[in-house]
């Protein structure tokens, strides 16, 4: 599975973006999916997270702001990010976790992720 995010960019403070994440390849193992921001100098930090049904959770620091959802026909997770603040800006990642089982019924279980979109908040 390939994940290709994008829609990451500069941003005045209380401004918008739409992040997308896309997944192609064995996309029939995916189920949960998630976003992550790194600050610079910080860790990196679980965003928003939305099961295979669509039942979405957030961090403190974005909710009633960050709206996680998924298209599961276009195999497409996206973050509606409102109301941005400076301390918004990070390299965003989305994150897709998979199970399957092999031929012979080995349960296979893990996690890909994107390569990253940049979104800056400037004052």
């Known amino acids: 599975v390939q994940l290709q995010a994008s829609g990451g960019g500069l941003v005045q403070i209380g401004g918008s973006l739409r992040l997308s994440c896309a997944a192609s390849?064995?996309?029939?193992?995916?189920?949960?999916m998630e976003w992550y921001r790194q600050g610079p100098g910080k860790q990196r930090e679980l965003v928003a997270a939305?099961?295979?049904?669509?039942?979405?959770n957030y961090a403190d620091s974005v909710k009633g702001r960050f709206t996680i959802s998924r298209d599961n026909a276009k195999n497409t997770v996206y973050l509606q990010m409102n109301s941005l603040k400076p301390e918004d800006t990070a390299v965003y990642y989305c994150?897709?976790?998979?199970?399957?089982?092999?031929?012979?019924?080995?349960?296979?279980?893990?996690?890909?992720w994107g390569q990253g979109t940049q979104v800056t908040v400037s004052s």
């Open positions: 939305i099961t295979e049904s669509g039942a979405p």
């Open positions: 994150k897709a976790h998979y199970f399957y089982y092999t031929d012979i019924g080995v349960p296979v279980v893990g996690a890909y």
């Open positions: 390849g064995r996309i029939d193992s995916i189920n949960d």
